[in-house]
């Protein structure tokens, strides 16, 4: 009985060496196949398509916030209403907040800038108001005839023009195509 034993002692001796040696190998195998792939360049390509999911992400991420603003940027034009369906009722309505002195008003009649804002127009009109030229200003309105644009139907303008028929001023209207308002581009 104690042969028995002891051979299977012997028995159970050579499966640990025998594991051992197959871990070595498979960690030689896999330290081969790491510098292989350093050598021709793996890490290289793993990194650029890594790289690439990373900038698609990005990307994906950018535009749906430029979507996002763009949207946005629609919907305050959409609720930009002040004005006229035609340019003639937009000026009309302009000249009318300037004689009633609501500069805020008038303000709105302005198209809104890339900042969404007409706060330089509602300066420059108080600053008229505070120089005492608002009576001026609402004289020349008055004489403003039209001078439509052919090349752009969304497009309208207003011209003053003085004794020998030059224009002196003129006044540029644009139309609000997400509210169906005209507005003041520029004058």
């Not at 051992?20 to 350093?38: S, Y």
């Not at 994906?60 to 930009?80: G, H, P």
């Not at 005492?132 to 003053?160: S, T, V, W």
Request: hydrophobic share 40%; net charge negative.
């Amino acid at each position: 009985m104690a042969e028995n034993n002891s051979s299977s002692a012997r028995n159970k001796e050579p499966q640990p060496k025998r594991k051992n040696i197959f871990f070595i190998i498979i960690g030689c195998l896999l330290i081969i196949f790491i510098i292989f792939f350093a050598i021709g360049g793996g890490f290289g390509i793993l990194k650029e398509r890594i790289q690439r999911v990373v900038d698609s992400y990005k990307t994906q991420k950018a535009l749906k916030q430029y979507e996002q603003a763009l949207d946005q940027y629609y919907q305050v034009l959409a609720q930009d209403t002040y004005g006229g369906k035609t340019p003639q009722e937009t000026l009309d309505m302009f000249i009318n907040a300037l004689e009633k002195g609501d500069i805020e008003l008038a303000a709105k009649y302005f198209a809104l800038d890339d900042n969404l804002s007409r706060q330089k127009w509602e300066d420059g009109l108080l600053q008229a108001k505070n120089e005492g030229r608002i009576e001026e200003i609402i004289k020349e309105l008055k004489l403003a005839q039209d001078n439509p644009r052919e090349d752009n139907p969304n497009a309208y303008q207003f011209a003053i023009f003085d004794n020998q028929g030059r224009v002196i001023h003129t006044i540029y209207m644009e139309l609000n195509e997400y509210s169906g308002v005209w507005k003041i581009k520029s004058m």
